[in-house]
């Protein structure tokens, strides 16, 4: 085989391999295109509590780690702002639509090391398992910048308390 053969089958499978993954990407993201909450504004008379600068990294659906949701404003690693409310988590990622995740519909918050493409130090991430509006159940990986992820997952972790007996909601 000549030289310039090789060089047109190395182009043509790369040329293949990138359109398979444009149109996987694509399948999933119309799979996914109906948002995750429809709550974009916390409810009048919201108390904010905690704000942390740091990143937004993924949603996953329960079980399934590896296998990234690609839900509107959710598809893609990003620097957030989060804010924990005595009513949800609002998530503020740059250049998308505010999502918040009311409190009731927390189901637990954990920390985490792994999430798809990242690995961080021993329980470096905040892993909050919630309810869509669907009714399905999430995974949303968080990271925060200038806090311990423990100061994170507590905040949050308040959330889900029910204050008169001191169990989950």
């Given amino acids: 085989m000549t030289r310039e053969g090789a060089l047109l089958i190395t182009v043509a499978v790369t040329v293949v391999l990138l359109a398979l993954m444009v149109w996987a990407w694509r399948r999933k993201a119309r799979r996914d295109a109906t948002p995750l909450s429809e709550m974009y504004e916390l409810p009048?008379?919201?108390q904010l509590g905690d704000v942390f600068d740091g990143q937004y990294?993924?949603?996953?659906?329960t079980g399934?780690?590896?296998q990234r949701i690609a839900a509107p404003g959710?598809?893609?690693?990003?620097?957030?702002?989060?804010?924990?409310?005595?009513t949800g988590v609002v998530l503020d990622l740059v250049g998308q639509r505010r999502v918040v995740i009311p409190a009731d519909r927390i189901d637990e918050v954990a920390q985490a090391t792994v999430?798809?493409?990242?690995i961080v130090e021993t329980d470096g991430l905040v892993r909050l398992t919630w309810r869509t509006d669907s009714g399905s159940v999430v995974d949303t990986?968080?990271?925060a910048k200038?806090?311990?992820a423990s100061a994170l997952a507590d905040s949050i972790h308040a959330l889900i308390q029910n204050p008169r007996t001191g169990s989950h909601a």
């Fill in 146 to 148: 200038d806090a311990p």
């Fill in 44 to 46: 009048e008379g919201s």
């Fill in 141 to 143: 990986y968080l990271r």
């Fill in 64 to 66: 399934e780690p590896m």
């Fill in 74 to 86: 959710l598809g893609f690693i990003s620097s957030a702002t989060i804010s924990v409310a005595d």
């Fill in 115 to 118: 999430a798809i493409d990242r």
């Fill in 57 to 61: 990294v993924a949603t996953t659906r």
